[in-house]
């Protein structure tokens, strides 16, 4: 077996495509049930474009900075921990060895074997506060360079979803024709990244790929109704 | 020291104040843009508000939906991944113990010392496979429970944030008077929002404050701009 087996096998979703799900998900649901919605209530294709647009690009921004600003969190969050770690070390060692001990304890752990293991954890200030950072408090070091790919990604992909429902309204002027297209192609689109995003998640790509579907279509029923009521 | 101190100052956000955290963000911003951008594209608040209130209906579902499917799926990967690690210690028991090995071997474990930690993990089935899922793959075992009040605690928090721009142009017919108030209002609540956030995320509450203020004024003047070209 080849030593890369292991790591495939264990594949989860990537930081990247988690933000492409992110954007998409939403990207591919709410201007599609925005559209629908107005579909119901206005006499114009324009007025849907123009809020579906204005919908997209607040959506996008929306996202991607929340996106970015939620990357830079978590670094900070990271940093200030990791100081806070550092800190307890140098001025309440002895209560963050039995920190290390409990932890170790609940595996077991006991004697002669406990001390070693925590007298080599110990012994290095960095890999000790490495330890508590991963063990303790379960977190890992965010990658610095993220938070603007991050942004960008779940933007773009919000771009690139709320797109797919709005074509058909932008080149057909006849509202019920139009808002049949969007159904068919947000649909199929909705399908296919359900699908898709199974695979990345490990779960069976076609109760993937239906239930994405039903949250489009329950996002743009509830809409059409709503909007069906007060237009 | 009282005993829980130390727990205190590592407080991170709970789970359900990250719910609030995500919903609000958008149902803030999204259709406080959506409104402003359309108020510079149609005559009447009904379409304004008809569109907000689609907008809000949408945006809840699809974020509390998109909550219950990710908090679903988290559980179902957790699973998958606690049933492999089982396999694995069932059938590939000698790479398994070498991966303990490894691990120990990086916090400087060495003979003696890192044979007792690793035949003291591997001594308890459950044990060594809660290790393998926490300090090999990084996972958590997630509350079965969450799933349904994540959903719900995300489309209740995006309609809440939703409704306060929205309400201003349920009120007031006149479109530059209801976008005034509605920018006030919710630069109000957006800079409220940031605050309370920074206190659970341990940002500086001024800075998150701001941010989030400025996050909601880019979109809508995002909207605003792309309403005003293609109204």
Known sequence: MPATSHIEK??????SVRDVVIGMADGLTVPFA??????????????????????????????????????RTDAEH????????????E???????????????????????LQNVVNAIASDRKRWIDFMMRFELG????????APVSAATIGGSYIVG??????????????????????????????CFGAI???????????SALQTLLVGGLAAGAAYWLAHLFG
Chains 1, 2 share one sequence.
Do not use: C, W
Not at 44 to 56: K, M, P, Q, R
Not at 92 to 104: D, G, N, Q
């Open 139 to 146: 977190l890992e070091r965010p990658d610095p360079k993220r």
């Open 91 to 113: 001025n309440i060692r002895a209560r963050e060895i039995k920190e290390v001990e409990t932890l170790f304890r609940g595996y077991g752990l006991e004697g002669n074997a």
């Open 197 to 207: 995003k199974g695979q990345f998640t490990g779960v069976n790509k076609l109760r």
């Open 162 to 191: 709320g797109l797919i429902p709005l074509i058909p309204y932008m080149l057909v002027r006849d509202i019920a024709t139009a808002l049949q297209i969007s159904i068919i192609a947000t649909g199929l689109a909705l399908l």
């Open 78 to 89: 990271y940093a200030a921990e990791e100081s806070r770690e550092n800190y307890e070390i």
């Open 10 to 15: 264990h594949f989860t979703a990537s930081e």
């Open 34 to 71: 925005l559209a629908a919605g107005l579909s119901a209530a206005v006499q114009s294709t324009d007025v849907i474009v123009t809020a579906g647009l204005a919908e997209v690009v607040a959506g996008a921004i929306a996202m991607g900075l929340g996106g970015y600003l939620a990357a």
